[in-house]
Structure formats: C-alpha cells, structure tokens
C-alpha cells in the first residue's frame, strides 16, 4: 500500500509534466517605436514620430499614435473645379495624427496603420495611413516609408507583403522593432 509521500511524489511529477507541456504564454507583446527624418530625394525632410503596441498579435490588432509632418507645400487638387475646400492647396505642408490599430511585426521589420484622425489638410482625415519601418542593425541604416489610402480600399497592415515595402533610408533618428 502506497504511502503519502509516494502520492505526494507522483502527483508533484503528474503536476510538473502536465505544466511544462502546456503552452507558454508571453507577457509581452509586438512593438514599435521611433522618430525620424526623411529625405525623399526632393532635399525636403519630412518628420514623424510613432509607437505602437500590438492587443493580439494573431488578429494583428494594436495601439498607439503616429505624428507626421510633410513641410512640402501641396498643390491644389481640385482638378475638375467643383470648388471642394478639401482640396485647396496647402502651401505649408501637412502635419497630422493617426490611432494606430494594426500592427504586423516580422524580425527586424514592422508594418502599422491606422485612421487619420486630425490633419491640417481637411482631406487626409478619415484616410488609411501605413508605415512600414526597418530596424536597421550595425552595419546598416534604419529604413522607413509610408503611404495614403482611402478607407474604401480596405487597407490594413498585412495588404501587401513585407517584400512590397522598400524603405528610405533616415537621415536622422531612431527606429526600433520588438518581436
């Protein structure tokens, strides 16, 4: 007949093996951060400033906020003359904020987007903004680039693959992904 001590130790052992064979789970969670200044070839030095955290990296949902600031004046854009004020030109620039609620984080790389929420040209708010950042190591430069879409298009951040994206070198700042 089995003694305490022997049901002690086989429970203590069921116990153990039931435990390191179940999944772990991570208290941490997909990120990305950074500042940066970007040079497009035009010699005009855009800036932005992000971060962003994913909720569920499965569902690729997230937070967090993304500050732009294009200095380039934008031509006016109504074209066919309806008179639209969302598309008057603006001589100085664009500078908006996004909420971030997707976040797609690869290695090294990273893709985020999110609704425009404020923006001093009337017609970026409401659109789809995604940047896609590169975490350079070393013995390269961190990289970056964005784009603009309509909500309509259904644009998130696994619409394109990672390999669609090329970024542009920075010229200054930081850019930092965590897997």
């Known amino acids: ?4 001590s022997t049901g002690s130790l086989v429970a203590t052992l069921l116990a153990t093996t039931i ?8 208290a941490w969670a997909a990120s990305t951060t950074g500042h940066a200044v970007v040079d497009v070839g035009d010699e005009v030095l855009r800036i932005v400033s992000f971060s962003a955290t994913s909720l569920n990296q499965e569902e690729g949902t997230a937070t967090g906020q993304v500050d732009f600031h294009d200095p380039n004046a934008t031509a006016d854009q109504d074209v066919d003359g309806t008179g639209d004020p969302a598309l008057e030109d603006a001589p100085a620039g664009v500078r908006l904020q996004a909420n971030v609620d997707c976040l797609w984080v690869d290695g090294n790389q990273a893709v985020l987007g999110g609704q425009v929420t404020t923006a001093s040209v009337s017609r970026y708010v409401g659109m789809w903004v995604l940047l896609y950042v590169e975490d350079g190591d070393q013995a390269s430069r961190d990289r970056f680039s964005w784009g603009f879409y309509p909500v309509e298009t259904d644009t ?7 390999v669609a994206h090329s970024g542009i070198e920075i010229e200054s700042g930081q850019l930092r992904v965590q897997q």
Do not use: R, Y
């Open 156 to 162: 998130g951040c696994g619409s394109f693959p990672v």
């Open 1 to 4: 007949m089995p003694n305490i």
């Open 19 to 26: 435990m390191t064979t179940a999944p772990l789970t991570h």
